[in-house]
């Protein structure tokens, strides 16, 4: 293929070995010149595009120079450029002209450009528009604002002039009853011209008074004549009365007369006002007041809308000196109030918690609802697994140790009926007594699993206790029929003992042989869980606000303060205010035993709560408020009475004479610090009350600290502080926790079974025991003779009479039945040679450890301290 003429074109060539396409380049070297005559090679490449038919020709390339011009502005009337002048060539390098995507590129960089000025513009009109509208506003704002307040002045204006008339017109009538009723003896002869406007202008112009006769003229200090009334004779004349205002003038002159001012008319009439007022009969007021346990009198005196100094002033008369601030009981406070006429209402702290929660039957309870069953028994006698059998899930695999230590509730859907059975799954183990009891005081039935090759075990009398104290009914679960070593009608003969009497034998409690292994009868187990149901006849409202018990509480690292609660009555919603014990909060999410989120609860289902403020106990009953403050309300009271029944529990209040005598004998008593954290409260409940029982007088467990979630910096810090060790109990420190505990050296045990837990703990304070000394009788020998050696003192040859005597053994030197000395025996030789023990019969020399005094005839007991080292 012939290639083209076009040096700028690619060319398409046909290899020997491959097709490939040649660069569109197009190089050359320029050699550049430098100062002091060096010079540079330099390899320029052009670049050039491939032009197809029909485009037109690229433009010519114009010469670079040095340094590039800037841009010139355009001119509306630029004359036409002359041809531009090559430039002087000071590098050598020639650029390239624009290609056809440059200066379409260059093209579109412009268009955007005009269309971003003319947006722009856009953009400043209407901003330009808006603002004149919204100066338009402001204008028409202020001249309104000016208007009202120009109509507001000249209302005021008028009201003053109205005021100033009837003021006047008072002044007037006033003066008139003042000049009928005034003495004659009064005179305006000392008056001065500046406070007398009025006297002047009735003074007539000719100087004279038509009653009586012509009036003298008097200079004031301007100069100007005025007429001066003459006094009139009176029988008994006495001191002119001071009327007008007191000024500097009127003080200066004695014989002035002064006016009765306007502001003292005007309190005049107030105070005769007042005196009609006061002549009216007022009506008491009786309210009833509210009176809680303590109030103060203040409080008191608003309550009744009466005056503090009234409350003091009665109790002043009683012979109680009080003050407005002082706390009085709620007695006294009641004859306060029935002495001054008011009724009473008689309150108290624990008045908050009324209507929490209704009574239990109700008339709206219509709409049947899922029986509630607790599965209860011995540890290891299948309790999980039969629960595993009927929900088809897997939950002993997830235990730690293969027993459980959590309470949990599921689901179950019957497979005949089709309805839903809630079970409550409790832990066997010794230690978990308060979430058996708990389990059972929720439940509408009790499933007691006993297994058929272990029988009647100490945790199935106790649940058989919780279910009679409960007073719920019971279904006997025959459990691992199974095994080759089962014994059925063993268990039900071991039952009788416990006043349980199964309907084989004659009773009315049910009993089924199962097998969760083999899921054997387990059909049949949910027909009698149905019917027992039917017949309680279990019915709700489910329209009602929720209540509920929490079951179990724990605290999560990413969802927060989590409770499994068993919705009891009514619905919980999401978003519903909820308090449960010292706890509230706001239903943020609920979580089914399946996992999946809801947005309520119906009765009688077990979900997951989030949203607490903190942790809420186990067993706490939940209910739904109506706001926040009643809430905080209940919370803060039930909080302020968990702080007193801890501070009263830990200072150890004074009772009777048993109780200092037991406080007496364990001041002397060791404590081994504690700090315990757990995942759940259930858990931590029952560890607390494992340790509580393994104290005894001698020493016990100081729990520091007690709480749910993982160990923080803060438990490092306080077990830190008293020296205590930290348990983790299925929990784990953070990074930041274990890095201060390894730093402080402090022990951070992590434990997933609580038997253990308990084990290790036991042996711990088992060391703090006093070790037990016992002495062992080795033998008795008789001094026979003294001897006084120099440098080693003296000797007592001796005859072991029975049993051996040791060297380095503890002696007793006996005399008349005495013990004189208890040492050790420093030497013990038989004839001159140290030897380790003496047998019976046989001679030997001792010596004691600084002691010299030994007779002849004296009695040396030898023995051999043991310790022994107690255990709990």
């Known amino acids: 293929m012939a290639d083209t003429k076009n040096p700028g074109d ?30 540079k090679s330099v390899v320029v490449e052009k670049k050039t595009k491939r032009r197809l038919a029909g485009d037109p020709a690229p433009a010519a390339e114009a010469p670079v120079t040095a ?104 002044k007037k009538r006033f003066g008139e009853a003042e000049t009928k009723t005034a003495a004659p003896a009064t005179t305006t002869t000392a008056r001065p011209a500046a406070t007398a406007p009025a006297a002047r202008a009735a003074v007539p112009a000719d100087g004279s008074d038509e009653d009586e006769g012509p009036r003298q003229i008097r200079r004031g200090p301007g100069g100007a004549a005025r007429p001066v009334v003459a006094p009139k004779p009176t029988a008994k004349p006495g001191p002119a009365k001071q009327r007008g205002r007191l000024t500097l003038s009127t003080a200066l002159n004695a014989d002035d007369v002064r006016e009765r001012s306007i502001a003292s008319f005007r309190r005049r009439t107030q105070r005769l006002a007042r005196g009609h007022q006061s002549n009216e009969p007022k009506e008491k007021l009786v309210r009833e007041v509210i009176i809680p346990e303590a109030i103060t009198i203040q409080e008191l005196a608003n309550r009744m809308a009466e005056r503090s100094v009234d409350l003091v002033k009665l109790l002043m008369k009683q012979g109680q000196l009080v003050k407005i601030t002082d706390v009085i009981d709620a007695d006294t406070a009641q004859l306060i109030a029935e002495e ?64 459980t230590q959590h309470i949990g509730a599921y689901q179950v859907t019957s497979p005949e009926s089709g309805k839903k059975i809630t079970f409550i799954d409790t832990p066997g183990h010794a230690a978990f007594t308060a979430m058996r009891a708990r389990g059972a005081k929720v439940t509408d039935l009790v499933i007691l699993v006993v297994a058929a090759d272990d029988g009647v075990m100490p945790q199935t009398i106790e649940a058989i206790n919780h279910a ?23 268990v039900r003969t071991e039952l009788l003992q416990h006043d349980v009497q199964v309907e084989s034998f004659g009773g009315d409690v049910v009993d089924v042989e199962v097998s969760a292994k083999n899921k054997t009868n387990l059909d049949k187990l949910l027909e009698m869980i149905a019917l027992q149901s039917e017949i309680l006849e279990l019915k709700t ?108 529990s830990l200072s150890g209040m004074r ?50 600290h007690a709480g749910v979630g993982g160990i923080s910096e803060s438990d490092v810090t306080l077990a830190e502080g008293f020296n205590a060790a930290i348990i983790g109990f299925s929990v784990r420190a953070n990074k930041e926790a274990t890095a201060l505990a390894k730093r402080d050296g402090i022990e951070i045990r992590y434990y997933n079974i609580i038997y253990d837990l308990v084990d290790d703990v036991k042996k711990a304070m088992s060391g703090l025991l006093a070790p037990t000394l016992r002495e062992t009788m080795l033998g008795n020998a008789q001094i026979l003779e003294v001897f006084n050696i120099s440098k080693v003192g003296k000797i007592a040859g001796c005859r072991v009479t029975d049993g051996t005597v040791e060297r380095g053994a503890n002696v007793r030197l006996i005399r008349d039945n005495v013990v004189v000395h208890e040492g050790k025996l420093s030497t013990l030789k038989r004839f001159k040679d140290e030897v380790k023990e003496v047998q019976s019969g046989q001679e030997c020399g001792m010596a004691f450890e600084s002691y010299q005094d030994m007779r002849v005839g004296d009695v040396i007991e030898c023995y051999r301290v043991e310790t022994i080292q107690r255990s709990l």
Request: glycine residues 8%.
């Open 10 to 39: 690619k060319t398409l060539s046909v290899g020997s070995k491959t097709l490939s396409l040649k660069p569109r380049t197009e190089t050359g070297v320029v050699r550049q010149s430098f100062s002091h005559g060096r010079t």
């Open 67 to 170: 340094k590039p011009a800037a841009p010139a502005k355009p001119a509306p009337s630029a004359p036409p450029a002359a041809p531009a002048k090559p430039a002087a060539r000071t590098s050598g390098v020639v650029l390239r002209t624009l290609t056809q995507d440059e200066q379409s590129a260059r093209a579109n960089a412009l268009a955007d450009a005009r269309a971003r000025e003319i947006e722009e513009r856009r953009l400043a009109e209407e901003e330009a528009a808006r603002r004149n509208t919204k100066e338009y506003k402001e204008q028409q704002e202020r001249e309104a604002a000016e208007a009202r307040k120009k109509a507001e002045e000249e209302r005021h204006r008028q009201e003053e002039e109205a005021k100033a008339k009837a003021e006047r017109e008072a």
């Open 340 to 403: 001054m006429g008011h009724t009473v209402k008689r309150v108290a702290a624990s008045d908050v918690e009324e209507g929490l929660f209704d009574a239990i039957n109700d008339s709206t309870d219509t709409t049947p609802r899922s029986p509630v069953v607790t599965v209860m028994g011995h540890v290891d006698h299948g309790k999980t697994s039969l629960l595993d059998a009927l929900r088809h899930a897997n939950v002993v695999s997830g235990e730690a140790g293969g027993i």
């Open 468 to 490: 009679k104290a409960a007073k719920v009914p019971m279904i006997v679960a025959i459990n691992k029929i199974d095994k080759p070593d089962a014994k059925p009608e063993r």
């Open 541 to 648: 409202n489910p329209d009602r606000p929720a209540e509920g018990t929490v079951i179990e509480a724990k605290l999560d690292r990413g969802r927060g303060p989590v409770a499994t609660v068993l919705v009891q009555r009514g619905t919980l919603r999401v978003g519903d205010i909820i308090v449960a014990g010292a706890e509230m909060g706001r239903v943020r999410a609920l979580i089914n035993d399946q996992g999946q989120t809801i947005t309520e609860a119906g009765p009688s289902v077990p979900v997951e709560v989030l949203g607490f403020n903190g942790p809420p106990e186990a067993g706490d009953r939940l209910a739904v408020v109506e706001n926040e403050a009643r809430a905080r309300e209940v919370t803060s009271y039930r909080a302020h009475q968990k702080r007193e029944k801890s501070a009263a």
């Open 655 to 704: 009772g009777s004479l048993e109780q200092m005598m037991s406080q007496l004998k364990t001041t002397g008593r060791k404590d081994f610090p504690l700090v315990i954290k757990a995942d759940v409260q259930g858990s931590l409940e029952a560890i607390l009350g494992s340790l509580e029982k393994l104290g005894t007088d001698e020493v016990a467990a100081r729990i520091l």
